[in-house]
Structure formats: C-alpha cells, structure tokens
C-alpha cells in the first residue's frame, strides 16, 4: 500500500511555479511532522488557488522551521464552475457541514444570508474560510470557494447582477422541480436556500418578483438546511455543471 | 406564530384508526412533557408506518403516564420510491450522517455492507433505527426506512434479485456520469456507495461483471462517503424518483 498511498494535499499561500522553496507556517509544519508523522524529504501535493497542483518535498531547515522544495507540477489550475451558494446560517454543526459539503460539490462561491428566519447570526468567517480549505484539499480541488461576509438577503437582491440565474429553493412547492428549472443554457447561477423556518412571506414575494430568481422545489419531504444544499448543488452539478460528460 | 407553529410528530408502533388511546413509553412522555413542554389536550401528530398520519392530543392518565387520544387521519399512508441505500459504514458521526440524510431523502431500505476497506464494522443497527425514526418524524415521512442487518458485499450481490438494478458509485471514473446511468424506466434500484477507501480491484471487477450492476460517476472531485450518498440519492430522486412533477 505504502507505494500507491494518497499523498497529503496542502494549501500554501505562495507562488509554487516561480518558487522553488515554500516556508511552511507553524500550524502546517505541526501538521505535517506532527499529526501525519512526515519526515524530511516525504512528498506532499501543494496548490495555491492560481497555478494548479506541484510535487513538493518537505524539508527542514532546524528541527522546528520547514519548507516545502518545489519538484514538478501535477495538475493544471482549474475552476470549478460558476455557481454560488447563499445559505442562511444555521447551527454550528449544521453550517459546518454546508461549508464542507459546498467545497465538495463544487461551489465558486459561498455567501452566507441573513433572512428574516435565520436563527443564527453569528457567521464566523474565518472559520468558514478554515473549513473550506480543509475541504478543498481532501476533495483534490485546484482552487479553493471564495468565503463572503454575511449579507443581508435584500440587500443583496437589490444589486444582483441580473446575467446571474438565482435558484432559490422553495419549500412551499409552488415551483417546478429543480431538475427541470436548472437551465443548462445558463452558467452563471447562484442557488438560494432558506432557514429552517422557511422564507417569509415578503422575502418569498419579493424572489418571485425578480427576473432573474426561479423557484425550485426538492420534492415534497422536508429537508434539513444543509440536505437541501447538498442536494440543490447536486442535482446542479448533474445536469448543468461538470459532472456532466467532458 | 404559535397558531401555524409546525406540530411535533411521533412515530408510535401502534394501531392509529382502530384504536382511539394510544399508551406512550416513557421515552416517548418525556420527550412530549419534559423536553417539548405540551401540556394535557395539546395536539401531536402521530404516525405508524401503515395507516398514515393522525391528528392526536395529550392526554395523561396519571402524571406520569401519558396517552394520545386520537382525533382525526391527516393524511394517508404512502410509501417513498423503490430505492436502496447500500452503504460501507465510517466513522461515528458520518455513519450517523448517512442515515439521516438517506431518510430525509426518501430511502426505502438501508443495508450497511462490509467491504474489503470498510474501517469500521461496529455496525449498531439499534442506533440506525433510531436515527432514521427521529428523521422520519422531522422530515415528515408516513413510512419508515427499513434497515437491515450489516451485510458482507459479496454475500449480497451473490443473492441479490436481478430485477433492482444496483448502481455503484465509481471513483475510478471508468463510468458514466450518474445522471445518464439512473435508468427512469427500472423504479426497482439500489445505490452502493463504498468505503474512503473506495472498493478493491477483486470487488470493482465483480461488481462490473453483474448484468444487474451499473458503475456510475459523481464528478472528478473526490467526495466523502456521506457526500456521494446524499449526492446520488438526490440525483436519483430528482431523475427517477418522486421530485419528478406529479
């Protein structure tokens, strides 16, 4: 197994094709040598969110201060496709998860939204922005999810660029299934899903006044928040992103 | 708010339109009383797995002993699509995950099965059951998953009935993309998600030798176990299952 073993993958804020030594800060290096028991001269996969994937070895200069020895590249850099996510906080597990489950399927884009029913409104993130690294590199992403600041949902709807198709999950079913709302003509989508307590009635009519927003229902069982946006990005991702056929 | 606010449900082994008492174990009673806080007379929705759901109020016989009088059917019984959920069970919390998020998904059967990477076989089938009955209740589900004992994969398949087309999530990437694989004309499936570890060669190449069995991809990104089980449930859901239009 030892020869065919996945190697780690790590996110390094650097230039890894100019660079040929890449400093490692104290919480990488610990995880390194530490948590995954890497000696010097072990291989590691890095990417910067801008030139791919390279081979590296790690190395130290003195027992506490490594650095990674750029050897070759591996993967080109490449963008997941264009398509957001706005999700309104909920609880720290739950929110954790969507963080994570976003990366994985693929999202350019997270911005948390404050509705009238969001329970929560302590969006951490520089939490957000840990976890979703973390998810980029166990999933073998290029790049990485930009985080947002947490908005306000309106006023978000208010300077929305209109090229982009919003999905907004609607649990009052009094929209066509997503399947067949998600528009492959289209790839700039953002998908909207609400809080547990559902939209309310204002932020409902004011969505379904918009030009660029479409509601989409997810069948007719409830779904938690963070189901209801593993299964939107999905069901996107089959039919309009690239899980499809290259 | 507190007339529309949504009603408790309860999933009770017990006749609901034959009998008009229902006796709660006190699990059940303390759950309603203590941690929900409704009082005697306050309404409950209660359901069996084969009569539907039911309008019930508290009602306590002594005070400790508590029963819901039934009142009134509020809809009938109906079961979720045809579709199987065979999973290689992970670490606590992801396993916890999966039969959550497959309940909410609309699953009829979940068998854990044993391959030659599973990491865990400390398969707690009582705590499946609870899980996926405290997911039924919130997801508003009439019908419970039925969860079967853990299996050994070659064992299954050797006995499976070839009329349920078992679809097998393919990291190698030598499949199709899922939602060309998921067949709408074949409403008898299973979906096998396996191990982190992904299945082994001797398993990969049984499974692509069963006429009943085919390999499907989701997308290049490598996703957690409880990510492709969410994923492709949804996706099936979406294509073949009961997210079409009515």
Not at 125 to 133: G, K, L, M, P, V
Request: aromatic share 8%; with cysteine; proline share 3%.
């Amino acid at each position: 197994m030892s020869g065919k073993k996945t190697k780690i993958r790590l996110f390094v804020d650097a230039d890894l094709s100019a660079t040929a030594e890449v400093m490692l800060n104290d919480k990488q290096a610990h995880y390194l040598t530490n948590v995954m028991k890497l000696a010097s001269e072990d291989e590691v996969l890095a990417f910067n969110n801008h030139q791919g994937e390279f081979l590296c070895a790690l190395q130290n200069k003195s027992k506490k201060t490594f650095y990674l020895k750029v050897l070759s590249q591996t993967r080109p850099y490449e963008q997941c496709p264009d398509i957001w996510l706005l999700f309104a906080p909920v609880k720290k597990d739950q929110t954790d998860f969507i963080i994570q489950k976003a990366t994985e399927l693929g999202v350019a884009k997270i911005i948390p939204v404050i509705t009238t029913h969001t329970i929560s409104d302590k969006v951490k993130t520089e939490r957000f922005i840990a976890q979703s690294i973390e998810a980029s590199e166990q999933c073998r992403r290029v790049d990485l999810p930009e985080i947002s600041e947490a908005q306000d949902l309106e006023k978000i709807l208010r300077s929305w660029d209109e090229e982009r198709v919003l999905y907004f999950m609607d649990e009052t079913r009094q929209a066509k299934p997503a399947l067949q709302v998600f528009d492959s003509n289209k790839n700039k989508a953002a998908i909207l899903v609400g809080p547990e307590g559902g939209f309310s009635e204002a932020e409902l009519n004011l969505l379904r006044s918009l030009p660029f927003a479409k509601g989409a229902t997810l069948g007719k069982r409830i779904l938690r928040a963070e189901t209801a946006v593993a299964a939107a990005l999905s069901v996107w991702q089959a039919s309009v992103g690239d899980w499809r056929e290259e």
